[in-house]
């Protein structure tokens, strides 16, 4: 019997291989996603500190309350918000890690909404 290995096993694997490329710094934190079934997270991370700098997500408290922010367009007013934080703490370049997923989706809309809201990466 061959043993099942996951969708989410599979996507830590990939995640720990890009997690060996990527770092953040201070001049440069990494920008990481983690998506779930019904929302959607992302931090500004500096990763020589072990400190989150900045972070958005669908889940927010001032954001109306939705049953789910696990779509498109929640994952663009979450990049939005985002870069608009980021930019209070002076953070314009950041290092993108997809966090294993594919860029597709949720993660592509909130990466190009982070690089309209003038986020470099």
Do not use: W
């Not at 996603?33 to 900045?54: F, P």
């Not at 979450?78 to 703490?89: C, H, N, S, T």
Request: aromatic share 4%; no cysteine.
């Amino acid at each position: 019997m061959i043993p099942q290995i996951s969708k989410n096993d599979v996507r830590r694997r990939v995640h720990q291989r890009i997690r060996r490329k990527v770092l953040g710094t201070s001049e440069r934190p990494r920008l990481n996603i983690y998506r779930s079934l019904n929302h959607i997270y992302a931090q500004i991370v500096d990763d020589l500190e072990g400190k989150t700098l900045v972070s958005a997500s669908s889940r927010a408290k001032g954001k109306e309350a939705k049953r789910t922010g696990g779509n498109v367009a929640s994952a663009k007013d979450v990049g939005k918000r985002l870069a608009e934080q980021a930019k209070q703490k002076g953070i314009n370049k950041v290092v993108f890690d997809r966090g294993g997923y594919i860029y597709h989706g949720r993660v592509k809309a909130l990466a190009d909404a982070a690089r309209e809201g003038g986020l470099q990466f």
